[in-house]
């Protein structure tokens, strides 16, 4: 035979299904139940949007930063083949490669903009890759060479070296795939009649869409030997960029590498160059998250109206099951079960409702104002941990919110009951 329901708990259950006199308490307990759905819901799918946002302003971040930057505390330091060689056989270790890194402006025939140029070996693509971030151009390879374009109006030509711009930078500058412009160095070259702009000529060859301002308007790409030969570094470079095999072992990996070297190296994660930014996203994922918790303790309130009124309706069902040897916390558990269950049904539909809503909106998403966000369409990301979190936090509300009733319940007297009953 099936083994009976705790009593606690099947009572619990019969006190669910109302009666004709207590229809306004099952109005309540709807009402409760609703509204912790409404709260499970809003913030499942308010957590998966923050999350979508994050990290895919991370996979845009990492399309331009390396997972571990070596440096020199503000110096450039000496191409060593040999400490690259001690990184690339670290464990977890994908790509090495060194860069250089640079103010500069640029001038076209008609503007003039600050930049920061960055010059990186083109084959290196394994360290930082903005290939797919290419809205003109083909190539991030063709850096490497030379590109002919017209000297002047008379048609003749010349041969530059390549540079890849941001989108926006090359609409302030007025310039287009296959342009020439001038990178000018602030720092002169002495000559007989003092201090001299340095000016190298490029030729565009890529244009590049990071969706973020602070890239699209101030980052520009050159090789790597170029960008040695424009700051006149010589063999030196800015530093060392290293990648790891997957994001979740960069901390490792810069943490092994730190290890490794003395001062004056300097050794940075992703995390320690963007921390002020990536910080600022979780205390907002973090206050969403507080402030959409205010939906289910609402409900949370209902819940301990709906059990009062049933503690106050069963007074003498309560004297009864106490007369007949029930105990307090018997007692409390038929009130604590129903405010579990209320809370478990609320709790389970707004989840699988909120995951279908998250499946939709990842399936048919919906196109965000252009020049608003750094994405055109809304990101989503589900993972099944935020969707634990808001099932536990949400329970564990409806439970300390149960436990008021069940106490009062537990507490009164039968004898007293019966008499006022």
Known sequence: MPRALPYPLFIGLRYLRARRDERF?????????????VGALTLNVVLAVMTGFEEDLRDRILSFTPHVVVSNYGTAMPIRPDLEARLRALPDVAAVSPYVEGQAMLASNAEVAGVMLRGVRPEARGVIDFAHHLKEGEHVEDLATLHAVKRDASGALVELPG??????????????????????????????????????????????????????????????????????????????????????????????????????????????????????????????????????????????????????????????LKSMGATRWGIAQIFLSKGLIIGGVGTAAGSILGFLVCIGLRHYPFDLPHGVFYTDRLPVQIYPSYFALVVGVSLLIVLVAATYPARQASRLVPVEAIRYD
């Not at 000559?191 to 565009?204: D, E, I, N, Y």
């Not at 990536?278 to 998250?289: D, H, N, P, S």
């Open 25 to 37: 308490i099952s109005l309540i307990t709807i009402i409760a139940t609703v509204g912790v759905a």
């Open 163 to 320: 540079i890849i711009l941001g989108k926006e930078l090359a609409r302030q500058l007025g310039v287009e795939v296959g342009d020439p412009i001038s990178v000018v160095s602030p720092a002169g070259v002495p000559t007989v009649v003092g201090l001299v702009p340095k000016v190298k000529r490029f030729a565009v060859v890529g244009l590049f869409d990071a969706g973020m301002i602070e890239y699209d308007s101030s980052l520009a790409y050159i090789s790597l030997a170029e960008a040695q030969h424009f700051f006149q570094l010589g063999d030196a470079v800015s530093g060392i960029e290293v990648r790891a095999t997957a994001l979740d072992r960069a901390d490792a990996v810069a943490h092994r590498v730190a290890g490794g070297l003395d001062f004056p190296y300097q050794v940075q994660s992703w995390r320690d160059l963007n921390f002020n930014l990536f910080a600022a996203i979780r205390l907002e994922k973090t206050v969403y998250f507080v402030v959409l918790l205010l939906i289910v303790l609402v409900a949370a309130f209902n819940i301990v109206a709906a059990l009062v009124m049933v503690v106050m309706e069963k007074r003498r069902d309560i004297a009864v």
